[in-house]
């Protein structure tokens, strides 16, 4: 049970190792981290520095090697995948570099599919709030559109609408400018920080771009696997 003054997200001691051709690999080390609800988070660092591999850990997309990470006062490495994967469906929120929109569903349905996956809403109530968002986002004259018939930009409006159907307590978000050119990046990015604020829900932020950072409350540094 998480307590309100309790951190959304808590970590110690997190180790990730792989296995490669040489042996074994350690990707990160020895992280600790507590980030509290309702804030901010870049997480900057260099190619290959760990930073979408700590976004993973931080959102059960995959498991730790040793440590542990609670996330909204649940012990990730006591759960199954998919224990995992109902307290995402409920509480977070993902935006990526590469959309990962379903193309063979329209910018309505696409949005509308995680209140399906989360059960407990009805279909016209779903379709609704899916298109107060695409309104929202810009996009209430491209419902009916597929992935490949939108660009960059509006898919990932379409994304970010998406990720804020379920009402999420927490957004992910992987290198969002990152397919983008810088204006539609800019606009994007607003909008991504308009929504957050508008729906009170904590976000974490993967990012080259300093510029960007300097927009969150707190920057975490990874170098060489480490908290710098």
Do not use: W
């Not at 929109?101 to 399906?116: D, K, S, W």
């Not at 279909?123 to 695409?134: H, K, Q, S």
């Not at 996009?139 to 379409?158: A, C, I, M, W």
């Amino acid at each position: 049970m998480l307590n309100k003054t309790d951190p959304v997200i808590e970590v110690r001691g997190l180790c990730k190792k792989v296995k490669d051709a040489t042996g074994e690999l350690t990707i990160l080390e020895d992280i600790d981290l507590a980030i509290d609800a309702g804030s901010s988070v870049a997480i900057v660092g260099a190619s290959g520095s760990g930073k979408s591999t700590l976004l993973g850990l931080l959102a059960g997309l995959d498991s730790a090697s040793s440590g542990s990470v609670r996330l909204l006062g649940r012990e990730l490495t006591e759960l199954s995948e998919d224990e995992r994967a109902a307290l995402r469906s409920g509480s977070v929120g993902f935006v990526f570099q590469s959309f990962q929109l379903m193309p063979h569903l329209t910018a309505l349905e696409n949005v509308t599919l995680p209140l399906e996956l989360q059960g407990g809403i009805g279909t016209r109530e779903a379709a609704a709030r899916a298109r107060g968002l695409l309104e929202q986002v810009g996009l209430d004259k491209r419902t009916g559109h597929y992935p490949k018939l939108l660009s960059g930009g509006e898919q990932q409006r379409v994304a970010l609408a998406r990720a804020f159907v379920t009402r999420p307590a927490i957004l992910f978000a992987d290198e969002p400018t990152g397919s983008l050119d810088a204006a539609t990046g800019r606009a994007v990015i607003d909008l991504m920080f308009e929504m957050n604020r508008a729906n009170g829900a904590t976000l974490i932020l993967v990012t080259h771009d300093i510029e960007l950072a300097r927009r969150c409350d707190t920057t975490v540094t990874i170098e060489a696997g480490r908290l710098a």
